[in-house]
């Protein structure tokens, strides 16, 4: 199994800054691409930004310039730098990851069970 363990959310007032971590541990041979998304109430979950086993990113246009993804493919783990935060970007906020388990196993999309973003003054 592949485990997605999330951490950094919390609670900030606009214009404040967070960085969530994202950790990939359990059985793990190769990690494609790795990304973050969120669902606030009421809404669809949305991507918010991805990157790639090379480095390669993208950012929704909602948190370009505000967001910054990175990751560390030593130590399997993704980060989402967030400045100037807004109201609307409170949301759950997911880790994603297409990892494959053995050299002849499939591609899967594994989940983190989510870090709450709260950004209210």
């Known amino acids: 199994q592949v485990r997605l363990v999330e951490s950094g959310g919390g609670l900030v007032q606009p214009g404040g800054s967070l960085r969530l971590s994202c950790s990939a541990s359990?059985?793990?041979?190769?990690?494609?691409?790795m990304g973050w998304y969120r669902q606030a109430p009421g809404k669809e979950r949305e991507s918010v930004a991805s990157?790639?086993?090379?480095?390669?990113?993208d950012h929704a246009d909602s948190v370009k310039g505000r967001f910054t993804i990175s990751r560390d493919n030593d130590k399997n783990t993704v980060y989402l730098q967030m400045n100037s935060l807004k109201p609307e970007d409170t949301a759950v906020y997911y880790c994603?990851?297409?990892?494959?388990?053995?050299?002849?196993?499939?591609?899967?999309?594994?989940w983190g069970q989510g870090t709450q973003v709260t950004v209210s003054s």
């Open positions: 994603n990851a297409l990892a494959k388990r053995s050299r002849s196993g499939s591609w899967y999309d594994y």
């Open positions: 359990g059985t793990i041979f190769s990690i494609n691409t």
């Open positions: 990157i790639s086993s090379e480095g390669s990113t």
